[in-house]
C-alpha cells in the first residue's frame, strides 16, 4: 500500500490563503471591538470587492447591490476573504468570486442561519455565470427568504 502522506500535502496554496485571510479578519474585528458598525463591515467588503477582476467585480458589486435593497437588515462582512452578509453575527449568505479557487463560476452560497428550508432537502449554493435579470430576480427572492 503506498504512502498518502508522500502525495497529500494538505491544503491548496488558495485555501491556505483564504484561512490567513480570515484570521486577518477575526483580528481586525477583535480590534475594532464594540466599537465596530455596520458602516466598517461594508466598507470592508467595498474595498475587498474592488480588489476583484472582471467579471467577478461586477458580479460582486451587482449582489452586493441586491443584498442591500432586499436584505437591509443584513451586516455586510468579510469571510475567509468573500463578501458576505450576516444577522446577530451569524453568516447567512456569501459571494465566492470564481477566481478564489480558480473555479469555472462564481457562488453564491448560504448557510444555516438562512432561512431557506423546504421540505427535507434544499440548495445551499447557486453557481453563477452570469446576471441575467431572471438570476437578479432569484437571487433577491433567495436573499429575501434567507434573511427572514
Not at 15 to 39: N, V
Not at 81 to 100: T, W
Request: proline share 4%.
Amino acid at each position: 500500500m503506498a504512502d498518502n502522506k508522500a502525495t497529500f500535502d494538505g491544503f491548496s496554496d488558495d485555501e491556505r490563503a483564504a484561512m490567513k485571510e480570515h484570521a486577518q479578519e477575526l483580528k481586525k474585528a477583535a480590534r475594532r471591538g464594540s466599537k465596530a458598525t455596520k458602516a466598517d463591515g461594508e466598507q470592508d467588503v467595498l474595498a475587498k470587492i474592488a480588489e476583484f477582476a472582471e467579471p467577478d467585480r461586477i458580479m460582486a458589486e451587482r449582489i452586493h447591490a441586491i443584498v442591500k435593497e432586499n436584505a437591509p437588515e443584513l451586516t455586510p462582512r468579510l469571510w475567509y476573504g468573500q463578501p458576505a452578509y450576516s444577522r446577530n453575527g451569524k453568516l447567512v449568505c456569501f459571494f465566492q468570486p470564481a477566481a478564489k479557487f480558480k473555479t469555472r463560476y462564481a457562488t453564491l452560497g448560504f448557510n444555516d442561519a438562512a432561512n431557506l428550508d423546504e421540505g427535507a432537502m434544499w440548495a445551499t449554493a447557486y453557481a453563477l455565470t452570469d446576471l441575467t435579470p431572471d438570476a437578479e430576480a432569484r437571487i433577491a427572492s433567495l436573499v429575501k427568504q434567507a434573511a427572514s
